[in-house]
């Protein structure tokens, strides 16, 4: 059984910087392409960050360098490093394993605010 669990998220000043992190479990994991996805109140689920086996990385457009996804393959986990936060940022962040199929977790809040 696929498993995945973010944690990382919480309240960041804007400026800020934080790390999620997601442990994957019951899957090949070296394999799968993972990303990060966010949600924001009353918007549409959207792309942040991919990384796949081969550690080829694909960003949102509104990334703009901000932030970097990697893995770490010995420990099945995938990261995301977020620097200089905006309060646009606030969002549930999840994370998502496509295989043969796509796989989610239950995410994590991030809230940037003063």
């Known amino acids: 059984q696929v498993r995945l669990v973010e944690s990382g998220g919480g309240l960041v000043q804007p400026g800020g910087s934080l790390t999620l992190s997601c442990a994957a479990s019951?899957?090949?994991?070296?394999?799968?392409?993972m990303s990060w996805y966010r949600q924001a109140p009353g918007k549409q689920r959207e792309l942040v960050a991919s990384i796949t086996g081969s550690t080829s990385t694909n960003y949102g457009d509104f990334v703009k360098g901000r932030f970097t996804v990697s893995r770490d393959n010995a420990r099945s986990t995938v990261y995301l490093h977020m620097n200089s936060l905006n309060p646009e940022d606030t969002a549930v962040y999840y994370c998502?394993?496509?295989?043969?199929?796509?796989?989610w977790g239950e995410g994590t809040l991030v809230t940037v605010s003063s």
């Open positions: 019951g899957l090949f994991f070296r394999l799968a392409t």
């Open positions: 998502n394993a496509n295989t043969t199929m796509p796989y």
